[in-house]
């Protein structure tokens, strides 16, 4: 196990707080109570929870009548335990696949690499729950999720309330109940869960139940105030939840903490002391540093438009990253630290999916400033570099490195449908938000030392898996498109499919990029002349983006592998000429064609996205609106299927993943602000664009303080659907771009220099100096 310690004060990533401090008037706003989350008991199910977490743990509030559970979740709870051959892959490697899929023996090749996923773990644990009864005939009323202090606040229809929150500061969480007391509070374990409520298997997406794991029951413990349970795992790991309460004349305080055997060799006696402390400073005491931390996050940005219910989604998604990321905590996978509390397993194990999930759960943090936040998947990858290094070595036989498709806690690869749990490609999309942190942090010691290291070393494992063909083209061996054709045979695509193209492009664009800003010309053509020797888009002659060489998306498909190259890569795009919008028209018109009876919840906001990207503000609001009507819980938590049974999908299942909530808060980052290169590669080629996909009915929107590429900080409001002032703080010293899409008006600029080329405003700036202009 890793250790973990979400408290300590190094700093994995460098200078991760870069930023300026704005000098403009606008200052970014804390959420709005209007836009609360709240809950009307019944709360029934722990997937409708109010959500509550500081990185290390989390915990889900939820309930009915006069009972009160709380979730318990602790991020680096795993058991690593492979199932079938340990180190599998080291025996059944990525050449020896390719030469039985040239020979068509698709079912051995199946059979090597899905196997593995097919048993109970490896996968993410539950920690159980906490039960508080309550008198009979007190009732729960309503949970409200005080976001702008991330505490949650259970109410009763006798005005008893309930203030919980998992401390900022302290790996401990804290209830405070005033105005009745519990009859009792009870501790359960995950298999006390099990025997509760377990009924069938838990689903199709469900890992099945907690019992199939073998462990030997909890060992508990009591004393006259505290309760507490020692889990013994696999490979080792012990973990310890302990909840101790205080009484007096007017509250109960209850305090609770999960330790494991990643702290230290005595969890237990470590879990009594971090209560214990918390209790002795009570609720008020703990809670003043934890609203501290709070503020201190909504003060880095804030936007506002004119939808409740997307800017419900907004704050909430920007309040997940504050709750279940944190800079020395794990990363979040599937479901972050709200894993299933059923007496089941997670969906899908709740591991790190690298074929999508993980690259769009860290894709909105970027401007948003939330830099600390995002940087725990980035320390955790560049943690794992070792690991990475051998995964490529053992499985693909290159040098480099290279993160598996699908994997676990520790790095393992966990196999599944080989197209792409074992598709080397999903490191370079993987590698894609080193280049972004980069770009939006503009801090070089950061490139230097994590970005182009990590970087350069997937290059590496991709160079030598490429090889020339005939024609002189850098061909993989095997190639594929997530998650077409599913795990059939049809799903080999010819190599390189347009997802791997695009990919493998991009990763050497941004190589080449990184090269270039660190003084490295010769790295700078290597990555270039790669970029070049992988060849054009496959195409047809409408200019429609096909699959591989030889075959088109001829059906609806939930991923939206084969045009990745318009978003988040922008390789194709708007701004670069005929041909391009050609490829673009053509593109999104079979897309629309083909419909949305595949379509899952992701899919909606990550099409809402692309359509912000390419200017379709109308577009970008409809899918928008779909996602957050049809595939979001009433906690806000986002789904996979239609929820509404409407027939925007033909899924209609609810396990919960969270890559479709960010995705939906990016599609508001796009439609406010973009900052992208239409040259993919050039140094410093960036333009700000200001309100580009805005939608009618968005006619007053304003943000403060988002990012833009080049750690530049970006205000901005509109009226009327007209913008109406900006203000830009540079993030480094040289030239500015802003795309003039005023609508003829000419913006009254602060300062003197600036000039216009085409249709891009330009201006030179120092670092810290803003620019401001009114329309």
Not at 363 to 380: C, I, K, V
Not at 505 to 523: I, R
Not at 646 to 675: C, D, I, K, W
Not at 743 to 758: D, F, H, L, M, R
Request: aromatic share 12%; charged share 20%; with cysteine.
């Amino acid at each position: 196990m890793y250790k973990t310690n979400i408290f300590k004060n190094s700093f994995l990533i460098l200078n991760v707080c870069v930023g300026i401090a704005t000098a403009n008037a606008q200052q970014a706003q804390l959420p709005e109570r209007a836009y609360n989350l709240v809950l009307k008991a019944p709360v029934t199910t722990w997937d409708e929870a109010l959500p509550l977490g500081n990185g290390l743990m989390g915990g889900l509030l939820w309930g009915e009548k006069n009972t009160i559970r709380l979730s318990l979740d602790r991020g680096d709870l795993w058991d690593e335990r492979t199932h079938g051959e340990k180190e599998w892959w080291k025996k059944y490697t990525y050449h020896k696949g390719a030469d039985l899929i040239a020979k068509k023996e698709y079912n051995t090749v199946n059979s090597w690499w899905d196997e593995a996923y097919n048993g109970v773990s490896p996968t993410k644990l539950p920690a159980g729950r906490i039960e508080l009864k309550f008198p009979e005939g007190e009732q729960v009323k309503e949970f409200e999720l005080m976001e702008a202090t991330a505490e949650g606040i259970t109410r009763f229809n006798s005005g008893a309330t309930m203030n919980t929150f998992y401390s900022a500061s302290a790996p401990v969480a804290l209830l405070s109940i005033k105005g009745i007391a519990p009859d009792a509070v009870q501790l359960f374990s995950p298999m006390d869960v099990y025997r509760k409520t377990v009924k069938g298997d838990g689903g199709p997406s469900s890992g099945g139940s907690v019992s199939k794991l073998g462990y030997p029951e909890a060992i508990k413990g009591k004393s006259a105030t505290a309760e507490w349970y020692i889990q013994e795992a696999a490979d080792g790991l012990k973990y310890c939840v302990y909840i101790e309460t205080k009484k007096t004349g007017k509250e109960s305080l209850i305090a609770l903490t999960i330790t494991s055997s990643a702290d230290g060799k005595d969890p237990l006696a470590l879990a009594r002391e971090r209560v214990s402390g918390a209790l002795a400073k009570g609720y008020q005491s703990m809670l003043k540093p934890h609203v501290k931390w709070w503020t201190n996050f909504w003060q880095k940005s804030s936007v506002s438009i004119p939808d409740t219910a997307v800017q419900k989604q907004y704050n909430l998604v920007q309040y997940f990253y504050g709750a279940a990321s944190r800079l020395n905590a794990p990363p979040m996978p599937l479901q972050g630290v709200w894993t299933a509390d059923n007496g089941t397993l997670p969906p899908w194990k709740g591991d790190y999916h690298n074929d999508l999930n993980t690259q769009m759960t860290y894709m909105a943090y970027q401007q948003s400033g939330r830099y600390e936040e995002g940087a725990s998947y980035l320390n955790f990858l560049w943690d794992r570099r070792d690991f990475f290094r051998d995964f490529a070595r053992d499985f693909y036989g290159t040098k480099g490195l290279a993160c598996p498709g699908v994997m676990s806690y520790s790095g393992q690869p966990l196999g599944g449908w080989g197209q792409y749990s074992m598709s080397p490609t999903m490191s370079a999309w993987s590698a894609h938000l080193f280049y972004l942190h980069w770009l939006y942090t503009a801090d070089d010691a950061f490139l230097k030392e994590k970005a182009y290291p990590w970087s350069s070393e997937v290059g590496e494992c991709m160079l030598g898996l490429l090889k020339k063909d005939s024609n002189g083209l850098l061909k993989l061996p095997l190639s594929s498109s997530p998650e077409i054709f599913d795990n059939s045979p049809k799903a080999w695509l010819a190599p390189n499919s347009n997802y791997d193209l695009m990919s493998l492009k991009m990763l050497f664009l941004s190589l080449k990029e990184m090269a270039a800003q660190m003084g490295k010309p010769e790295d700078a053509k290597k990555w270039s002349d790669a970029a070049i020797a992988l060849g054009d888009f496959h195409t047809k002659a409408d200019g429609t983006l096909l699959l591989d060489a030889n075959n088109e998306l001829s059906s609806s498909h939930r991923h939206l592998s084969n045009i990745i190259g318009l978003y988040p890569f922008n390789l194709i795009n708007n701004e670069s000429g005929e041909a391009d919008t050609k490829i673009i028209e053509a593109s999104l018109n079979n897309w629309d064609k083909l419909g949305t009876r595949q379509w899952v919840g992701y899919t909606f906001s990550w099409m809402s996205c692309l359509r912000a990207r390419v200017g379709d503000g109308e577009a970008a609001v409809k899918n928008l609106d779909i996602f957050v009507k049809a595939f979001v819980l009433r906690n806000g938590f986002h789904v996979n299927g239609d929820q509404t049974k409407s027939g925007y999908s033909g899924f209609t299942y609810r396990p919960f993943t969270l890559e479709g909530n960010f995705l939906a808060s990016q599609a508001v980052h796009e439609m406010l602000m973009q900052s992208w290169s239409a040259k993919p590669g050039e140094l410093h080629t960036g333009i700000i664009r200001v309100f580009p996909a805005m939608p009618k009915k968005w006619a007053d929107a304003s943000f403060t303080d988002l990012r833009a590429e080049g750690g530049h900080l970006v205000s901005a409001t509109r009226k009327n659907n007209k913008t109406t002032s900006f203000s830009i703080t540079a993030g480094r010293t040289g030239k500015l771009r802003i795309k003039d899409n005023f609508e003829g008006q000419t913006p009254k600029w602060n300062v003197k220099g600036v000039s216009k080329i085409a249709d891009v405003y330009e201006v030179n700036l120092n670092k810290g100096q803003t620019l401001k202009a009114s329309i």
